[in-house]
């Protein structure tokens, strides 16, 4: 099975639905959960070389909290990050290293939340790697814990997760490893937007999709103009439809 970017957002919405997606070809699936139940991804064994690990965002009042929860907390990767992140990934974290296993090849993925998690995951698997390899080979040396991995990271509506120096660490431990990110963001969705850039960074490479069109906007204008509160619904509506995974999973369709 090729696992592209449509397969990605595909697992990413049915994260929301009471099963993962199935596929054929796919040796196993699973889902994870926290301990208190609030927070679920789902790890597919593609082979005994490839699973993907596709996190639920935002869709409880717990998760809400950990939305809002936007403190910077030190990582046990250097720099700090969004707490409420930080604390949900801590959650998931010893139940995804086991259903993973020692998969060589890792496909992390999420939107919105998962987006989130998806990053601190990618951060944790590639940091482990980096800090168990030395620049060059040592005579001697015991052979690093954690198996050698690539992983390949990409979120759909991501926040932003990082501090700045974390950031920069996310940035080394990738390009060391050989690993991707790609998080793809849509014009009218908000959640990429957030926190603010003054404390937040993002990482990875953008890929901009589902642009404002010029109807959209004339829309927006003459709502503006007329009933206030018309334009306010009119606006909501847009900014839910920017952030919804199946708006994405529709764009990355498109691309393909």
């Known amino acids: 099975m090729k696992v592209t970017d449509k397969v990605l957002a595909e697992m990413c919405e049915a994260c929301y639905g009471d099963a993962p997606v199935s596929y054929e070809d796919v ?13 679920a991804c789902d790890v597919y064994r593609v082979d005994d070389a490839t699973a993907v690990v596709a996190f639920r965002g935002t869709c409880n009042a717990q998760n809400a909290v950990a939305d809002a929860d936007t403190r910077l907390s030190a990582t046990p990767y250097g720099g700090r990050a969004h707490t409420g992140f930080l604390r949900s990934w801590t959650a998931l974290r010893d139940g995804v290293e086991e259903a993973v296993g020692d998969s060589s090849t890792l496909y992390l993925t999420g939107h919105s939340l998962g987006g989130a998690l998806a990053t601190l995951a990618t951060l944790h698997f590639a940091s482990l790697q980096a800090d168990q390899e030395p620049e060059a080979p040592v005579v001697g040396a015991e052979p690093a814990r954690a198996p050698r991995r690539t992983c390949r990271c990409v979120t759909f509506g991501a926040p932003r997760v990082l501090g700045p120096v974390s950031s920069r660490k996310f940035d080394r431990a990738m390009e060391r490893g050989g690993h991707t990110h790609t998080r793809f963001e849509a014009a009218a969705d908000l959640v990429p937007r957030l926190p603010t850039r003054w404390r937040y960074r993002h990482v990875g490479k953008r890929v901009a999709v589902l642009p404002l069109s010029a109807r959209s906007l004339l829309a927006a204008v003459r709502s503006c103009l007329g009933d206030p509160r018309s334009a306010a619904e009119t606006a909501a509506e847009t900014l839910r439809r920017g952030h919804c995974m199946t708006a994405y999973l529709r764009a990355v369709e498109a691309l393909s």
Do not use: I, M, Q, Y
């Not at 040796?27 to 927070?39: H, I, K, N, Y």
């Open 27 to 39: 040796r196993a699936v699973e889902r994870v959960v926290d301990p208190g139940e609030s927070l």
